[in-house]
T-cell receptor, first 116, second 111 residues
Framework: GAVVSQHPSRVICKSGTSVKIECRSL??????MFWYRQFPKQSLMLMAT?????????EQGVEKDKFLINHASLTLSTLTVTSAHPEDSSFYIC????????????FGEGSWLTVV | TQLLEQSPQFLSIQEGENLTVYCNSS?????LQWYRQEPGEGPVLLVT?????EVKKLKRLTFQFGDARKDSSLHITAAQTGDTGLYLC???????????FGDGTTLTVKP
């Protein structure tokens, strides 16, 4: 069964609004979670590393004020896309690192965001 | 410079054929994972290898971790249409806060 759950799986929002995506580790605590964006038929593009209790670390070129990340607990990280625009439409995936199993990373189911 | 190079990027074969996907790096990894992703879904973990020279089998899939823990391969025997998907390798380094992903291999198995 899934060890990392992501919600919602699909969301449509109007241009200019904000949308929040949640990522939960179900049976382990994750001090580190990751957020990715994926374009069709391409690999994962790491957006940021979410650290429990501290600020997220953003990859170069990712706007931290636009993609707000909060990791308030050891099992939950959220990604908020603020003032969304159609070009933000994409497949967003989170993952959590399980240190008890060789630093294996488990992925959520992904969230399709469509901005209209 | 890509830390983890995955090849081939695209592979289209007939059902029943064998194939191998490679992940190569000049860096040493403490562990390496292989994932399979279907369109519209998140990647699903297939295997984790941690020991140099380790070989793991998952039905028709054979995973190998290089002796120096810098490279890995995924071999599929007698491919089936259900094997179609994006295969990703990811290497974790002990002192790094994040894993490194290969660019992925899009596999299409035709009936």
């Amino acid at each position: 069964g899934a060890v990392v759950s992501q919600h919602p799986s699909r969301v449509i929002c109007k241009s200019g609004t904000s949308v929040k995506i949640e990522c939960r580790s179900l049976d382990f605590q994750a001090t580190t979670m990751f957020w990715y964006r994926q374009f069709p038929k391409q690999s994962l593009m790491l957006m940021a590393t979410s650290n429990e209790g501290s600020k997220a670390t953003y990859e170069q070129g990712v706007e931290k004020d636009k993609f707000l990340i909060n990791h308030a607990s050891l099992t939950l990280s959220t990604l908020t896309v603020t003032s969304a625009h159609p070009e933000d439409s994409s497949f967003y995936i989170c993952s959590a690192r399980r240190t008890s199993s060789g630093n294996t990373i488990y992925f959520g189911e992904g969230s399709w965001l469509t901005v209209v | 410079t890509q830390l983890l190079e995955q090849s081939p990027q695209f592979l289209s074969i007939q059902e029943g054929e064998n194939l191998t996907v490679y992940c190569n790096s000049s860096s040493v990894f403490s562990s390496l994972q292989w994932y399979r992703q279907e369109p519209g879904e998140g990647p699903v973990l297939l295997v984790t290898v941690v020991t140099g020279g380790e070989v793991k089998k998952l039905k028709r899939l054979t995973f190998q971790f290089g002796d120096a823990r810098k490279d890995s391969s995924l071999h599929i025997t007698a491919a089936q249409t259900g094997d179609t998907g994006l295969y990703l390798c990811a290497g974790a380094q002990t002192n790094a806060g994040k894993s490194t992903f290969g660019d992925g291999t899009t596999l299409t198995v035709k009936p």
